[in-house]
């Protein structure tokens, strides 16, 4: 089982940047399938932020963060990062990176994904 590991996040004023990032450990994403990003803030659910097909290529974000997140991988390196600009207060949340078979449908929902990082802390201060 290929087992996700985040790094980065950390604390910043609104307006700036952060970069999380997603390492697989066990077996690389292109074994495996899909990366997804997702955030959860205390008392809240977990919430759908973006999602890459590692072999297609193809790439979704949802609403909230379109225009100011971008997803990217490195083959090389095995890994998947989340590059996030003007962030906002409302984007503080535990960061989690999970993996999930290919397919095309309910890539927003969390119950479908398999495998869970720990999560990174992303703090936006106003």
């Known amino acids: 089982q290929l087992q996700p590991v985040e790094s980065g996040g950390g604390l910043v004023q609104a307006g700036g940047s952060l970069r999380v990032s997603c390492a697989a450990s066990?077996?690389?994403?292109?074994?495996?399938?899909?990366v997804g990003w997702f955030r959860q803030a205390p008392g809240k659910e977990r919430e759908f932020v973006a999602v890459?097909?590692?072999?297609?290529?193809?790439?979704e974000y949802s609403d909230s963060v379109k225009g100011r997140f971008t997803i990217s991988k490195e083959n090389g390196k095995n890994t998947v990062s989340l590059l996030m600009n003007s962030l906002k207060p409302e984007d503080t949340a535990v960061y989690y990176c999970?993996?999930?078979?290919?397919?095309?449908?309910?890539?927003?929902?969390?119950?479908?994904?398999?495998?869970w990082g720990r999560g990174a802390q992303v703090t936006v201060s106003s």
């Open positions: 999970a993996v999930r078979h290919y397919g095309s449908q309910s890539f927003w929902s969390w119950e479908d994904y398999d495998a």
């Open positions: 066990g077996r690389t994403f292109s074994n495996y399938g899909m």
């Open positions: 890459i097909w590692w072999s297609g290529g193809i790439i």
